[in-house]
C-alpha cells in the first residue's frame, strides 16, 4: 500500500479532509460481544500481586503457542488475480510502422493478468471471511486456502476502499471463526500477534506491541483513507494484508493493512470495531456509507495565523477551533450556509480544535442526523445544523 498561498497551505495541512468515514450498520452477522476467551490459558497461567495487594495473572511463557493453537486455522490465504490492459503504444499495432520494422516489433498483449496475495480470517462459521479491500478490489478471480489446504472460490460480497475492507464469501460450513476483542480500550504496550502470508511464506506467525493507537491517515502517508490505525512493531510485510492482529488472550483487535515505505519495524491495523462495522454493512448492501459534511479545513495555529495576517492581511480572531478553509458545491454544509471562513469552535457541546477530531465525530454520526455546530463568523458567534448526507462515490467526490 501506499500521498503557497496561505489558503493553500492551510488545505494541505488539513489534507484536504472531506469528511467521510462513518459507520450505519446493516445487520448482526458478525456481531459478538467482546470477551475473553483465554479460560483455558488463564487456569494454567501464574496468579501474583502487584504492589497494590490486587491480583495480576501473569501470561504463560507459551502464549504465543496458545494463540496460535486457537486462532491459526481461522486465518487463510487469498490469491487474487485482475485483468488490465498493457498500455502498449498504439504505433506498435499500426500496418505501417510493422511493415517497416517486421518482425523487430514484439508481440505485446492487448491484456495482462496480475496476480496478488494476501491473508484474511474467518468471522463465521458459514465462509464470511475479512481482508484488505487492496487484496481483492478490481478482481477477476479469487481463491481462499484454509490452513489444511482446502481451496475454495471466494465471491466477493462488497469491498470499501475508503477503510481498506472487504469481505469475501466461500461456500463451506463448520469453519473455526475469531473472536472479537474491543478494539476502544487498547493501550499502547500491549501484545500484539499478527498471523497470515507475508512474501509467499503461509502461516507466518510474528509478535510485538501495540505501538500506538489513533494514528490518521496523514500521518501514515494513506491520505485516501478514513481511519484511525493501530501501530504495532510486529513485522508486517506484503501479504500480511487482511491477516487478523491478535491480542494475547487470541482476540482480534485488528486487521493489518499497511506498511510505511522504507521505514523499520513499524506496521499498521485497522482497528476491528471499525472494520467489523463496515464489514456488517457490506454483507447487508455490498457497500459501506460514510457521513459526509463537505468541508475542507484546517486547524488554528500561530503560523496559520501568522501566515494569513502577513499575506493576506486577514486577521481570523480565534487563538483556537477549525478554520473552513472550502465548502464542496451542493454538499450538506453548503445547504446548511457554513462558507469558507467560517471557524467550527464546537460540535454539540463538544469543543474542538484538531481537524481529526471533527472527523471522529462526524465518522460517528449517523446519515441523515442533524449536527449542530457553533460557528464564530465574520467576528460573531452563530449556530448552525447540518444534515449529515453520504459521502459521493470517488468519481463524483471533490478533492
Known sequence: MTKLSPWQTATASASLLLLGGGI????????????????????????????????AIALPQNYVS???????????RI???????????????????????????????????????????????????????????GSDKVEVTLKDGRTF????????????????KIEADGLPAVTFADSDRLQPGEWAIAIGNPLGLDNTVTTGIVS???????????????????????????????????????????????????AQGIG??????????????????GKADHPFLGIQMAEITPDLRKQLKSQRN???????????????????????????????????????????EVQQIVAKTQVGDRLPLTLQSNGKQRQIEVKV???PEPHKASR
Not at 477551533?321 to 472550502?326: A, C, P, R, Y
Open 79 to 137: 490469491d487474487a488475480s485482475r485483468t488490465v490492459p498493457t498500455n502498449a503504444s498504439p504505433l506498435l499495432k499500426d500496418p505501417v510502422f510493422r511493415q517497416f520494422f517486421g518482425s523487430q516489433i514484439p508481440n505485446i498483449p492487448s491484456q495482462q493478468v496480475q496476480r496478488g496475495v494476501g491473508s484474511g480470517f474467518v468471522v463465521s462459521s458459514d465462509g464470511l471471511i475479512v481482508t484488505n479491500a487492496h487484496v481483492v478490489d
Open 268 to 285: 499498521f491495523a485497522i482497528p476491528i470495531n471499525t472494520a467489523r462495522d463496515i464489514a456488517e454493512e457490506l454483507i447487508a448492501k
Open 153 to 168: 472460490k471466494g465471491k466477493v460480497m462488497g469491498t470499501d476502499s475508503l477503510t481498506d475492507v472487504a469481505v469475501i
Open 389 to 391: 448526507g453520504v459521502l
Open 314 to 356: 486577514i486577521d481570523i480572531g480565534a487563538n483556537k477551533g477549525i478554520l473552513i478553509v472550502g465548502v464542496v458545491p451542493n454538499s450538506p454544509a453548503d445547504n446548511a450556509g457554513l462558507r469558507s471562513g467560517d471557524i467550527i469552535q464546537k460540535i454539540g457541546d463538544r469543543p474542538v480544535s484538531k481537524a481529526d
Open 66 to 76: 496458545n494463540v496460535v493453537q486457537q486462532v491459526g486455522d481461522s486465518v487463510v
Open 212 to 262: 500506538a493507537t489513533g494514528r490518521t491517515s496523514a500521518q501514515i502517508g494513506v491520505a485516501d483513507k478514513q481511519v484511525s490505525f493501530i501501530q504495532t512493531d510486529a513485522a508486517i510485510n506484503p501479504g500480511n494484508s487482511g491477516g487478523p492482529l491478535l491480542n494475547a488472550q487470541g482476540e482480534v483487535i485488528g486487521v493489518n493493512t499497511a506498511i510505511i515505505q522504507n
Open 24 to 55: 450505519a450498520l446493516g445487520g448482526n452477522y458478525l456481531i459478538n460481544s467482546p470477551h475473553s476467551v483465554a479460560n483455558e490459558s488463564a487456569e494454567s497461567s501464574t496468579v501474583t500481586k502487584d504492589e497494590s495487594g490486587q491480583a
